[in-house]
């Protein structure tokens, strides 16, 4: 039979490998049993107060604790939504309204937000939850779930303003899962180090791939990302071998010169998603570790994830860019005048109680007009090699047109992020001024950027505006912030 | 001036919201950011004419004024 519930696989974990360690940060340690105990028992606790297929809002620090209330919530036939507790209040209101969660889980700290944003919703403090299991109960709310059910919805920042809900059933998680273990060849009892927060959906792979393979799951602290030379000490002594990171964590270790064999033992993998990877960083990675598996993956939250993937199997030049390749099994990905559309199992139903969002960029397949087939449009642009590996251009909104050329930023990029004395860079249009405006962290100055940009480039590529950086801020996530960047450019223009 | 003087009026410049006098824990408190930090970096660099290597640091340099100031004497002495 296969797997309908993602339950399913911290049960197996539980009966095969009890006593190993499930989820880990410094400090604190939970085997798979007491995982799935304490799942049971917020399950429990959730089951008797709100009904099933409810919403439940997380406000919680990144921990093993966390873990336990996300897959307590799936004991209850829930779903669930971690919440970036560090975000303004206002946004975590504005979350709240369009979920409308009928339980908050909270811990300790978050006592006052939660009650303020609650609402209606139960309250639910962590600690205040006992470890009694109502087994009857649980069997009930499994009996009736079925894998099209919700198991997440994360909201990811919309163009107007408003978040969107992008919500997410179990089928396409185990879809995904199953895909990835086999594809990334993941050994049973591989050990991840977690970068991504679990209101980003890299977390995804990262917290099923290691219960699927019965491994563990390390929680790197927040804090080490700002001290190279501890990240990578943190990571041989807990004897990390896979890390799944955004590239620009990974650029920001590069950079900082501390990569060497000796500083990285237990590392085997290394695959990174969110974010064009340049090869620079790529190659600064496998020269210190080349016998590592690089892979590149992609994919908007939309569709689970990753819907594409690439495995590093050649020599690319720093200026080269990395293909996304080929899609995942069970994924279909379409060209539609350029722009990326997903169908497949991994598609999410929609934006949670947002049918229009959800109507303009789910939309029918014009290539199967017979049968209604729904593809998702990632509003990325795409286009095959001469190898036939995708290849990733930029977002739709990112092309522009200047004296006739069509021109696509991410190129630009590319070439920027290239340039030696570049830490790390990028590039947006200031429509209103029809300038192409880079920006740059590192030794290098404009002078020195131009010439190497310009072997690179065609010249009405180059930027207008060069905005030298002494660094650039990252979102929740570890991306390049590039919103506050371009907020300080508009502030500093007459 | 007095250089302890001169770090604290630097850090105010950065976040005039954090008790740089008074705090001993300030990254492993979660008191600073990344972004915090790199400022900071920024900001001895101009006070005390330094360059702090990215790759050298750890969080024992910054948790507090006195750790700061002592990173920033070992590396005008380096």
Not at chain 1, 369 to 384: S, V
Request: proline share 5%; hydrophobic share 40%.
């Amino acid at each position: 039979m296969s797997t309908r519930n993602v339950l399913e696989w911290l049960e197996e974990a539980e009966r095969l490998s009890p006593e190993a360690v499930a989820f880990d940060a410094p400090g604190e340690s939970l085997t798979w049993r007491e995982v799935a105990c304490r799942a049971r028992a917020i399950g429990s606790c959730l089951a008797a107060r709100i009904p099933a297929q409810s919403p439940v809002l997380i406000l919680m620090d990144k921990s093993p604790a966390c873990l336990c209330a996300m897959l307590g919530t799936a004991y209850a036939g829930c779903f669930y939504t971690p919440l970036d507790a560090s975000m303004p209040e206002k946004r975590m209101a504005v979350i709240a309204e369009i979920l409308r969660p009928a339980a908050v889980i909270y811990g300790e700290k978050f006592g006052e937000i939660a009650k303020r944003i609650a609402n209606r919703a139960v309250l639910c403090g962590y600690s205040g939850i006992d470890n009694q299991t109502d087994e009857d109960l649980l069997r009930t709310r499994k009996s009736s779930h079925i894998d099209n059910d919700l198991l997440y919805v994360l909201f990811t920042s919309g163009s107007t303003g408003v978040p969107k809900g992008v919500s997410i059933t179990h089928r396409s998680v185990v879809d995904f899962v199953e895909w990835a273990c086999e594809a990334l060849k993941l050994p049973f009892g591989v050990r991840f180090g977690s970068q991504a927060p679990f209101y980003f959906d890299n977390s995804v792979l990262d917290i099923y791939c290691s219960m699927h393979m019965r491994g563990s799951l390390f929680l790197i602290p927040r804090g080490d990302f700002m001290f190279p030379k501890r990240l990578l000490g943190r990571l041989a002594d807990a004897k990390v071998d896979t890390i799944f990171w955004v590239p620009s964590a990974l650029t920001s270790v590069a950079n900082a010169g501390v990569l060497a064999p000796e500083n990285v033992p237990t590392l085997k993998r290394v695959f990174f998603c969110g974010e064009v990877m340049p090869c620079r960083t790529l190659n600064l990675w496998k020269s210190a570790l080349p016998e590592a598996d690089y892979v590149n993956m992609y994919g908007p939250t939309e569709i689970t994830d990753v819907c594409a993937w690439y495995r590093v199997d050649r020599e690319f030049a720093d200026t080269d860019s990395l293909p996304i390749g080929f899609p995942c099994a069970n994924t279909r990905i379409l060209l539609i005048d350029g722009e990326l559309c997903v169908g497949g199992t991994c598609l999410s139903p929609g934006y949670y109680n947002a049918p229009e969002k959800t109507a303009a960029a789910f939309v029918q397949n014009p290539q199967r007009p017979q049968i209604r087939e729904i593809i998702y449009k990632t509003g990325d642009l795409a286009e095959l090699n001469d190898r036939g590996e995708l290849m990733f251009l930029g977002r739709m909104d990112s092309q522009i047109k200047r004296s006739g050329y069509r021109i696509e930023l991410g190129e630009i990029e590319c070439a920027l992020q290239s340039a030696h004395g570049v830490d790390s860079g990028f590039c947006f249009y200031d429509a209103a001024r029809e300038k192409i405006v880079c920006v740059w962290t590192g030794e290098a100055n404009e002078k020195e950027i131009r010439d190497q940009m310009k072997v690179l480039v065609p010249k009405y590529m180059l930027p207008d505006v060069w905005m030298h950086q002494e660094s650039l801020p990252s979102t929740g996530s570890g991306k390049i912030d590039r919103v506050s960047v371009k907020n300080l450019y508009e502030h500093s223009q007459p | 001036m007095d250089e302890m003087r001169k770090l604290l009026d630097a850090l105010a410049e950065v976040r005039d919201d954090v008790d740089f006098e008074n705090e001993q824990a300030l990254v492993d408190d979660g008191v600073i950011d990344s972004l915090d930090l790199t400022q900071i970096m920024l900001a001895l660099d101009e006070a005390f004419g330094i360059h702090i290597p990215a790759g050298e640091i750890g969080p024992e340099n910054f948790n507090n004024a006195q750790s700061m100031l002592d990173l920033v004497h070992s590396l005008q002495n380096s």
